[in-house]
């Protein structure tokens, strides 16, 4: 029982990062855009929480500052590819590399140094049942509040005129410029909402799952959110499903090497990333699965006329 708790809130906690990445990139690309820089953008954030925490900021306003930079970082994409029309795909691996190299600059002087953690918090009663409260009521608030973003965002897409409007930005721009709605800052105001959500994913990343600040700590998860996006077909409860069988399979090869299981570590290290290849190759082969959400103007760019 000790080990399916450890396995069990271990997948929720490697899948908190993703989750927060991916839903942010699904809500950009129901408009329209693709922005291939979430790698880059959790970096970014990464580096910014680890930077607030040592110059004495408490945890929340360095969450809130992480935000704030993955939003700035997601605008500077925002204006190549929406004022300046730049090719998405060129623009999204630049921000991606830029990325890199800013966090790398950013936490320079920091080495290994531990950061403050995240706290669990340890909800009265309930925290203190026998397997029910370790398994949902001791985890930290950055994982409570990744599960009411999901909520957040499955409603204001589908029960919700903002989002209704979205969704027809991302369908068909030129309706939505013709019927009167400013779809290049609606575009906007999704690429800095998916940026803040990248930001947020990182900063769990460096002051809660690994407190500590590590060049490229993201370690492709960025890039598995974006791949995670595709596998949920566009739809936000996938997400959530995607991102706990790549937190899964991260944990079973973290635990299989603790129990010394006879497999080189490296094997073992790639089972989440073979994992999540395995199903979008499954996922690709159903092309009605596949375009049945798919946002008709992804990728593409919209000039309003006149």
Known sequence: MDLFIAIFTGTIIAATPLIFAALGELVVEKSGVLNLGIEGMMLIGAATAVWSVFSGLPVLPAIVLSALAGAVSALL??????????????????????????????GRDFGSDPTTALDEWHIPVLGDLPVIGPLF??????????????????????????????RTVGESPQSAHAIGYPVIAIRYLTVAFGGAMAGIGGAYLSIAYTP?????????????????????????????????????????QLQGQALGVGVPSEVLSSLPYVATIVVLVIISRNRQMMTLHFPASLGKPFRPAG
């Open 212 to 252: 500590l600040w590590v060049e490229e700590m993201t370690a492709g998860r960025g890039w598995i959110a974006l791949a995670l996006v595709v596998f949920a077909t566009w739809r936000p409860l996938r997400v959530i499903l995607g991102a706990w069988l790549f937190g899964g399979m991260t944990i079973l």
């Open 77 to 106: 994409f925002g204006v190549l590819v929406l004022t300046f029309m730049t090719n998405q795909y060129a623009a999204g691996l630049a921000l991606a590399i830029f990325g890199s190299g800013v966090s790398a600059f950013i």
């Open 137 to 166: 009521f001791q985890y930290d608030p950055l994982v409570y509040f990744s599960f009411i973003m999901f909520g957040l965002i499955s409603w204001f897409l589908y029960r919700t005129k903002g989002g209704l409007i979205v």
